[in-house]
Nanobody
Framework: QVPLIESGGGLAQAGGSLNLSCAASVRTSPSLTMGWFRQAPGKVREGVSF????????????YYADAVKGRFTISRDNAKNTVYLQMNSLKPEDTAVYYC?????????????????WGQGTQVTVSS
């Protein structure tokens, strides 16, 4: 098991920013794909942003859902076993529980069933 611990969620106003962090409690391999899903009340869990391992070519290494492109930025610090999601220009529709996920072999980045490890989730609420 590789427990993932999220932090940084909370309440923000529309147009504001939040920065989510996801720290693995043990050393993770840089070859893991890591990223974020979110689930709003009454909706299915959806992929938000993902970053493949650092030893892959830059082509296709990072994914953003269309709804967050240009507003969210994913990054990772392998030395700290941590992945970040900087969320700017937040909108009320970004309100959801955000889950960190990591996996060894990910074919389809947005396929939640392919991920091996999950965080407990952190609530993000954006008021209008």
């Amino acid at each position: 098991q590789v427990p993932l611990i999220e932090s940084g969620g909370g309440l923000a106003q529309a147009g504001g920013s939040l920065n989510l962090s996801c720290a693995a409690s043990v050393r993770t391999s840089p070859s893991l794909t890591m990223g974020w899903f979110r689930q709003a009340p009454g909706k299915v869990r959806e992929g938000v942003s993902f970053m493949r391992s650092s030893n892959r070519s830059s082509d296709g290494r990072i994914y953003y859902a269309d709804a967050v492109k240009g507003r969210f930025t994913i990054s990772r610090d392998n030395a700290k076993n941590t992945v970040y999601l900087q969320m700017n220009s937040l909108k009320p529709e970004d309100t959801a529980v955000y889950y960190c996920a990591a996996g060894r072999v990910i074919v389809v980045l947005t396929s939640s069933g392919e991920y091996d490890y999950w965080g407990q989730g952190t609530q993000v609420t954006v008021s209008s």
